[in-house]
Nanobody, 122 residues
């Protein structure tokens, strides 16, 4: 089991920045690929970004490419999502997730956090 706890969400104006963090409980954190997903009201949960076990491989949704950066610190069991140039359409609940196999879809992730709300005002 891996327990994940997100933090860092909040309310920000369009064009602003937020940094989300996700703390993992398991000592074998480095064995897991990590991802960020988001879900807006009335919409399905969607992929945002993923990072490989070592951190040398990353993928981003086209909608956030160039604005968001995913990173991890295996010594601290932390994964982060730096979000810049935020837009109102980025408003959603953001979830951290862990997977034994690297993937870009919801079904490929085994463990999920409770989510943190990000609201971007226009």
């Amino acid at each position: 089991q891996v327990q994940l706890v997100e933090s860092g969400g909040g309310l920000v104006q369009a064009g602003g920045s937020l940094r989300l963090s996700c703390a993992a409980s398991r000592r074998t954190f480095s064995n897991y690929a990590m991802g960020w997903f988001r879900q807006a009201p009335g919409k399905e949960r969607e992929f945002v970004a993923a990072i490989s076990w070592s951190g040398d491989g990353t993928n981003y949704a086209d909608s956030v490419k160039g604005r968001f950066t995913i990173s991890r610190d295996n010594a601290k069991n932390l994964v982060s999502l730096q979000m810049n140039s935020l837009k109102p359409e980025d408003t959603a609940v953001y979830y951290c997730a862990a997977a034994l196999n690297y993937g870009l879809t919801v079904r490929e992730y085994d463990y999920w956090g409770q989510g943190t709300q990000v609201t971007v005002s226009s």
